[in-house]
């Protein structure tokens, strides 16, 4: 094909091209993005160029203390935070959303400073993890203290570790001028 052919075919198929990436590349990006987000999940890591391995979380590293370490870091049996990860398409445009109030901290890590209620509840919880532990441990000790705590809130402070699942990828972007490439050759070619 000559160069004049193929800025013909360019021209004749302006129109659908135009159209093609207005309306139905957003969608297609939105797609496979939400896609490569959620395998950070599954690959426990981000993929930029290279996955980068996450650090993994204290109750992963405890499997007989802990039912809930079955579960990868940042998973758990409903995956809330990954399965709040979706795009919003439009005209030209496409935007990746997690509406979890948690997912920030988790993607960027830093520091953490909350203030907890002390419960009732929380305090029958102290009572029974500090009767489970060993006797006279330091474990039990800081549940006892936890649970004759006179205190009405708890500060809480430490450092979230980052643990990145969106954000600028060198091989999603790939993935997506791929799709833009395959879409627009089947395009000329068809016509």
């Given at each position: 094909m000559t160069p004049e052919e193929f800025f013909k075919k360019i021209k004749n198929n302006l129109g659908e091209i135009k159209r093609f990436i207005d309306r139905d590349m957003p969608r297609v990006a939105g797609k496979l993005a939400v896609d490569h987000y959620k395998d950070s999940f599954r690959n426990q890591g981000f993929t930029d160029k290279t996955l980068a391995k996450w650090q993994p979380s204290k109750r992963t590293l405890y499997p007989d203390r802990h039912a809930s370490s079955q579960y990868g870091t940042l998973l758990s049996a409903r995956n809330e935070?990954?399965?709040?990860?979706?795009?919003?398409?439009?005209l030209g445009f496409t935007i990746i959303?997690?509406?979890?109030?948690?997912?920030?901290?988790?993607?960027?890590?830093?520091?953490?400073?909350?203030?907890?209620?002390?419960?009732?509840?929380?305090?029958?919880?102290?009572?029974?993890?500090?009767?489970?532990?060993?006797?006279?441990?330091?474990?039990?000790?800081?549940?006892?203290?936890?649970?004759?705590?006179?205190?009405?809130?708890?500060?809480?402070?430490?450092?979230?570790?980052?643990?990145?699942?969106?954000?600028?990828?060198?091989?999603?972007?790939?993935?997506i001028a791929d799709k833009v490439e395959e879409k627009i050759t089947n395009l000329l070619n068809n016509n």
């Open positions: 935070l990954m399965e709040a990860i979706t795009y919003r398409a439009g959303l997690n509406d979890k109030e948690y997912a920030e901290i988790h993607n960027e890590g830093g520091p953490v400073n909350i203030n907890v209620t002390v419960t009732p509840k929380m305090r029958k919880f102290a009572w029974a993890k500090h009767f489970s532990a060993e006797k006279d441990s330091e474990e039990a000790a800081k549940w006892k203290g936890m649970a004759l705590t006179k205190k009405s809130m708890l500060n809480i402070k430490f450092t979230m570790p980052q643990r990145q699942f969106i954000g600028e990828s060198e091989k999603l972007n790939t993935r």
